[in-house]
């Protein structure tokens, strides 16, 4: 029989069960979801039963949980502009509440940035890390049917929220007595997918890439993305034929461990490619983690633009590349941004000593939201209070620098 929330709705015996079946013979992992709406428990520092976490726990947790979902219909969980107000793209299909309820999510401990970041403060105060997750995107529907695209979204819950009028996208037909146009906001979103580098499309191989986390998520289109981190990486790496062979050859790959090489720096190597049918790449980001005085840190680098721009100011962005969207329509700029994006990168602030996490995010140009497009086809204004227009994007898992020593 599975193992349910009416067995123990404390996660370790999940795992422990876990343990039990491996012990069988029975392979499984387990992978949480909706992190943004645990109001804080998912990545909490102490356990379930108010103990401090310990070797013993990130063992058991990362055994039985090695990835995390990044994304879904039920918003985004890699970080939220409270934990992250330097960051400009962090404001990004925010799900406020906890699930299944109206009231408010905390945002501490409810993030996977702030995880891996936490995740190095107890590495280097303790020795041990419990977040040491690869990420995946998913849709959880309840209506047997996915909704990753934008323009063909139809709701998370069937007959709850099947027309644009229950999703709050449309008017109702008449405003109620306090003059409301629009139901209730739902704050849904046309998400996620989980991508596996994987050797073969095979159950085996693909389960064997979820194990060593070699995955990444996105919104909904199905970009490609590449991470990489060696020493030996060249700067004309990119263009060369046998940059994958060559990649794994000098590296590892997303979700891996890059161990200090005394002397060395890290160069990282990304390519990030468009879906064909969604909007072109406007540019490619380095996430850095890392531990400095004791103290948890991050900074967003755009390292890779679109349409000739160089990043430049401090943090480094990409210049705007113009790419609009016409909301009569939902046309979008087709003559701007790239197919596809690559860069070979190095860490201008690296030091040797400090346990980091690299990851990537690749955005595209921005699209119309769900929510717009429901508006277009009834023939009705937006609703001003939710996004008009969205900005596509990937997320890689980590990369991992371990100092020496």
């Given at each position: ?112 940035r702030e995880a891996y970041v ?241 990851y990537v995010r690749v955005l ?42």
């Amino acid at each position: 029989m599975p193992f349910a929330s009416t067995d123990s709705r404390n996660p370790e015996d999940l795992w422990r069960w876990l343990d039990e079946r491996r012990d069988e013979g029975i392979e499984g992992l387990a992978i949480p979801h909706n992190s943004n709406g645990s109001n804080g428990h998912m990545f909490k520092l102490e356990t379930v039963g108010g103990e401090p976490l310990d070797a013993a726990y990130a063992e058991l947790r990362m055994r039985n949980e090695p990835l995390v979902e990044m994304t879904q219909v039920k918003g985004t969980s890699e970080t939220h502009p409270l934990l992250s107000p330097n960051d400009e793209w962090a404001d990004f299909e925010i799900f406020p509440y906890r699930i299944a309820t109206q009231l408010y999510s905390e945002p501490k401990g409810s993030y996977v940035r702030e995880a891996y970041v936490n995740g190095l403060v107890l590495q280097e105060t303790q020795g041990f890390n419990p977040f040491r997750f690869g990420v995946v995107g998913a849709t959880d529907t309840h209506n047997s049917g996915g909704t990753p695209e934008e323009h063909n979204f139809h709701g998370k819950v069937g007959r709850g929220d099947g027309t644009g009028q229950l999703r709050g996208a449309v008017p109702v037909d008449e405003p109620t007595e306090d003059g409301e146009k629009y139901r209730p906001r739902r704050y849904w979103g046309g998400s996620g997918l989980a991508a596996v580098w994987a050797e073969e499309n095979t159950r085996d191989s693909i389960y064997d890439a979820f194990r060593r986390k070699e995955t990444y998520a996105t919104s909904g289109p199905r970009m490609r993305l590449r991470f990489f981190g060696g020493y030996g990486y060249t700067d004309d790496l990119t263009s060369d034929p046998d940059m994958i062979a060559a990649a794994y050859e000098g590296g590892v790959p997303m979700g891996g461990d890059l161990l200090a090489d005394e002397g060395k720096s890290p160069r990282f190597l990304v390519w990030a490619a468009r879906d064909a049918d969604s909007a072109p790449l406007q540019r490619v980001q380095m996430v850095k983690g890392w531990v400095e005085d004791g103290e948890a840190r991050e900074q967003v680098t755009d390292i890779a633009c679109a349409d000739g721009g160089l990043p430049s100011g401090d943090p480094l962005r990409c210049p705007d590349n113009g790419a609009s969207v016409d909301l009569s329509d939902c046309s979008y700029s087709q003559d701007l941004g790239a197919a596809e994006l690559s860069a070979i990168w190095s860490d201008p602030d690296f030091d040797a000593a400090q346990h980091a996490i690299y990851y990537v995010r690749v955005l595209e140009n921005p699209t119309c939201r769900w929510s717009t497009w429901d508006a277009l086809r009834a023939g009705a204004e937006p609703n001003p209070d939710m996004p008009a227009t969205i900005q596509e994007r990937a997320w890689s898992s980590a990369i991992w620098y371990v100092p020496g020593g």
